[in-house]
């Protein structure tokens, strides 16, 4: 293909202005809808010596004439990174809003912070439909050069209760940008002060050492890559691990342990146990919490599909990095309640009618009494929720212990390499007597996320 020849070119870099319909020209057919004004809208703000499209770090620079500038190169390349990306609109991870700041929030290098923005403009004042009107006829919604308003998805519940909720894709893209920013802002401030450091890999002429870790180049230097999580940090309790200085950024120098293809941003422990699974990205963190209505119920959704069906040996195999839960043969309560509702009461369901057919009706709820500290009174109500008939049905009581069998048994059949890795025989290393997070969850103010 020849190359695009673009207004305001001069050896090779290219206006602001030039570079954002560039932007747009280059992504009009992405499945991710980009914003106009990627450079030079806010909060994208060149002179800083960045911007952000993308998961990608595009240096800024002087040009001969004391323009900004960027170089066209680098605008096709992030922009060839995003037309490759495959968007399900289906598969949503939900953004907000949440009780407390977001866990990316205690990064002050990273400035994106692309929750907390989204927050705000959605807290704006002026509910209504005025509102509404300027949604749709004002100025994009930038973040690292996408337009997310275009993606978002809003649900309301109970008629009061609003959530937010963007594509898993989106999500992990947005988390990438952020992690990149981060890497690009803490080498900045090292290198001003005199130390030797890398930058993000986002300029050409980059050479690797013997080991595979990227080095100088004639541009300027670069950052190690993401390491692949080998175990690490297994065992050791997320309540003294998360006090350590340096455990964020150490978590930063790592790829997701779940998903493997987008940063990791925080440590998954178990809440039952105390134990660190492992460092994951904010994406695949939100897929594998329980939905809550209460501390002691759990709305059997959607996405428990992905967990207990499609995704089947990643979870399991990742939930069991915690040597409770290995040693045991068995998942944290509230994962084991939603298993059992979506796996083991789900032929109970009830049908009504519908245009084709018969649905199930409303959604799987499944709350319990006690803990997993009182077994032997511990009791799991499966439920149906939201009928439309206007029935709250119970389904199914199962006694903790009982749930607890059938998940050993249908393990061995669907992920025997996981079971193979549990079981009582398996306690090497664990603690006599393990310090449970939360000792009861059927007591006030004790909910478990």
Not at 223 to 248: C, F, I, M
Not at 322 to 327: E, K, L
Not at 435 to 443: E, H, M, N, Q
Request: glycine share 10%; with cysteine; aromatic share 6%.
């Amino acid at each position: 293909m020849s190359e695009r020849v673009t207004p305001g070119r001069t050896d090779g870099l290219i206006t602001l202005g030039a570079a954002d319909a560039l932007w747009v020209d280059l992504t009009a057919g992405s499945a991710v809808p980009t914003a106009s004004g990627a450079f030079t809208g806010s909060p994208a703000h060149a002179r800083v010596g960045y911007v952000l499209l993308g998961g990608r770090v595009v240096p800024t620079r002087r040009a001969g004439n004391g323009q900004w500038a960027v170089r066209e190169f680098e605008v096709h390349r992030a922009a060839a990174e995003l037309n490759a990306m495959r968007v399900d609109r289906q598969d949503l991870v939900r953004v907000g809003p949440f009780r407390g700041a977001p866990g990316q929030e205690r990064h002050e290098e990273a400035r994106l912070r692309w929750r907390r923005r989204i927050a705000e403009q959605l807290r704006e004042p002026g509910d209504g439909p005025e509102r509404g009107a300027r949604r749709q006829v004002g100025r994009p919604c930038l973040l690292a050069g996408i337009d997310w308003r275009r993606m978002l998805v809003e649900q309301t519940r109970d008629g009061t209760q609003r959530t937010w909720w963007l594509p898993r894709a989106v999500v992990r893209l947005l988390d990438g940008a952020e992690h990149a920013e981060t890497q690009w802002v803490h080498a900045a401030r090292t290198r001003r002060a005199g130390a030797a450091i890398t930058e993000p890999p986002s300029l050409p002429g980059q050479t690797r050492d013997a080991d595979g870790r990227q080095t100088t180049g004639p541009e300027g230097p670069t950052v190690l890559r993401l390491r692949p999580y080998a175990r690490e940090l297994e065992g050791q309790l997320y309540s003294v691990l998360s006090r350590k200085p340096g455990t964020s950024r150490r978590v930063a120098g790592w790829m997701c342990a779940v998903c493997g293809t987008a940063p990791a941003t925080v440590l998954d422990h178990c809440h039952e146990h105390g134990y660190v699974r492992a460092p994951v990205c904010q994406s695949c963190n939100t897929q594998e919490r329980p939905d809550h209505l209460y501390s002691n119920d759990v709305r059997v959704a959607g996405h428990y599909t992905h967990l207990f069906d499609t995704g089947t040996d990643d979870w399991l195999r990742h939930w069991h990095r915690c040597p409770g839960c290995r040693a045991r043969t068995t998942l944290p309560l509230p994962h084991l309640a939603a298993w059992t509702a979506h796996i083991a009461c789900r032929s109970l369901r009830p049908t009504h009618p519908a245009s084709r057919g018969r649905k199930p009706c409303g959604v799987l709820r499944v709350s319990w009494t006690g803990s997993h500290n009182t077994p032997r009174s511990c009791l799991l109500t499966v439920a149906v929720d939201s009928c439309p008939s206007g029935e709250h049905r119970v389904l199914a009581q199962v006694p903790y212990r009982e749930a607890v069998e059938r998940f050993r048994v249908w393990l061995a059949e669907t992920a025997p390499a996981v079971a193979a890795a549990a079981g009582p025989d398996r306690l090497d290393g664990l603690p006599a007597r393990s310090r449970p997070v939360i000792a009861d969850t059927s007591g006030e103010g004790l909910a478990l996320f």
